[in-house]
């Protein structure tokens, strides 16, 4: 089966994006291991799927798996990537798209700039909902790490992360601590591990260990997580520039009641078809 994708990135989290409105293919898990592999697939962290809605109001539906195989509830970089792929595409010519995904509707709005805009929904703080293993709702939990005691917090942004405060992101361990952090037991279905060095209170550096992918250049959910985590514990206020190794996103929540808003680019890098055994 040939199927026809387009490479893209946020900020350098890459992505292949596949239209099925208008053509067709079953894809599997095995079949998305093979694709992400970078020396013998294409090579991504994520894969973004294009569907029809189910729902008439909305415009399309999608779907996002990790270079593993594992099916995702969000992705902040895959939906801007998502938003201006569908617009090049010719699918859309709309600039305000609702979209259905796993994690619930979306909208995103293409600016006249590029810049994709995403309301990203409200933060979610209490660790039933990350899910986390966790006695209170408190900002800060303690987790045993080996012999480290590590202070982090924990956020679903509709997909789980804890973040962990670090003096200097560039030294922080996150090869060591990142999967150990990932895999720990008291996330029952795994972790995103952020690591964030605050700047000042309208700034921070991040590095994302992600979930199913590895570190990643940039991790647009992962970046509110760090912020709606900052600014509970009063470490920043809003709106937070976040620095990530692939490039900077602007992120505002000027109010707890209110949805996380994400601004950000999308590239299109290339165009191709690849035969699916
Ligand atoms: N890169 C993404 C997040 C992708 C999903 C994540 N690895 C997970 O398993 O939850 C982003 O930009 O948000």
Redesign the pocket.
Same mark, same amino acid.
């Given at each position: 089966m040939l199927l026809h994708f387009t490479k893209m990135h946020?900020l350098g989290?890459d992505f292949v994006m596949v239209d099925l409105v208008t053509q067709r293919a079953r894809i599997t898990p095995a079949h998305i291991c093979q694709l992400a592999d970078r020396r013998f697939g294409i090579g991504f962290?994520?894969l973004l799927i294009v569907e029809p809605p189910r729902d008439p109001t909305m415009d399309f539906r999608y779907r996002?798996f990790?270079a593993d195989g594992?099916e995702? #509830?969000?992705?902040?970089?895959?939906a801007r990537c998502f938003a201006r792929f569908v617009r090049d595409q010719r699918l859309t010519h709309k600039r305000d798209i609702h979209v259905e995904t796993a994690g619930g509707p979306l909208v995103l709005k293409v600016q006249h700039d590029g810049m994709v805009r995403v309301d990203m929904g409200r933060p979610r703080f209490s660790p039933a909902g990350v899910p986390f293993e966790a006695a209170g709702d408190q900002p800060l939990h303690t987790l045993q790490v080996g012999e480290e005691t590590l202070s982090i917090s924990v956020v679903s942004m509709g997909?789980?992360h804890a973040v962990l405060q670090v003096d200097d992101v560039e030294s922080a361990p996150v090869e060591r601590l990142g999967p150990a952090i990932e895999a720990h037991p008291r996330f029952p279905r795994k972790v995103?591990a952020g690591f964030m060095q605050v700047v000042s209170p309208s700034r921070i550096r991040l590095r994302v260990f #992600?979930?199913?992918?590895g570190e990643?250049l940039?991790?647009?959910?992962?970046a509110c997580a760090a912020v709606a985590s900052g600014i509970r514990q009063g470490l920043l206020k809003s709106p937070v520039t976040v620095e990530l190794p692939g490039g900077e996103l602007s992120i505002e929540w000027p109010d707890p009641e209110a949805a996380l808003i994400m601004v950000g680019p999308a590239t299109r890098v290339f165009d191709g078809r690849v035969v699916l055994n």
């Amino acid at each position: 089966m040939l199927l026809h994708f387009t490479k893209m990135h946020g900020l350098g989290n890459d992505f292949v994006m596949v239209d099925l409105v208008t053509q067709r293919a079953r894809i599997t898990p095995a079949h998305i291991c093979q694709l992400a592999d970078r020396r013998f697939g294409i090579g991504f962290d994520q894969l973004l799927i294009v569907e029809p809605p189910r729902d008439p109001t909305m415009d399309f539906r999608y779907r996002i798996f990790n270079a593993d195989g594992s099916e995702v #509830e969000n992705c902040g970089n895959g939906a801007r990537c998502f938003a201006r792929f569908v617009r090049d595409q010719r699918l859309t010519h709309k600039r305000d798209i609702h979209v259905e995904t796993a994690g619930g509707p979306l909208v995103l709005k293409v600016q006249h700039d590029g810049m994709v805009r995403v309301d990203m929904g409200r933060p979610r703080f209490s660790p039933a909902g990350v899910p986390f293993e966790a006695a209170g709702d408190q900002p800060l939990h303690t987790l045993q790490v080996g012999e480290e005691t590590l202070s982090i917090s924990v956020v679903s942004m509709g997909n789980p992360h804890a973040v962990l405060q670090v003096d200097d992101v560039e030294s922080a361990p996150v090869e060591r601590l990142g999967p150990a952090i990932e895999a720990h037991p008291r996330f029952p279905r795994k972790v995103n591990a952020g690591f964030m060095q605050v700047v000042s209170p309208s700034r921070i550096r991040l590095r994302v260990f #992600e979930r199913g992918s590895g570190e990643t250049l940039a991790c647009g959910t992962g970046a509110c997580a760090a912020v709606a985590s900052g600014i509970r514990q009063g470490l920043l206020k809003s709106p937070v520039t976040v620095e990530l190794p692939g490039g900077e996103l602007s992120i505002e929540w000027p109010d707890p009641e209110a949805a996380l808003i994400m601004v950000g680019p999308a590239t299109r890098v290339f165009d191709g078809r690849v035969v699916l055994n």
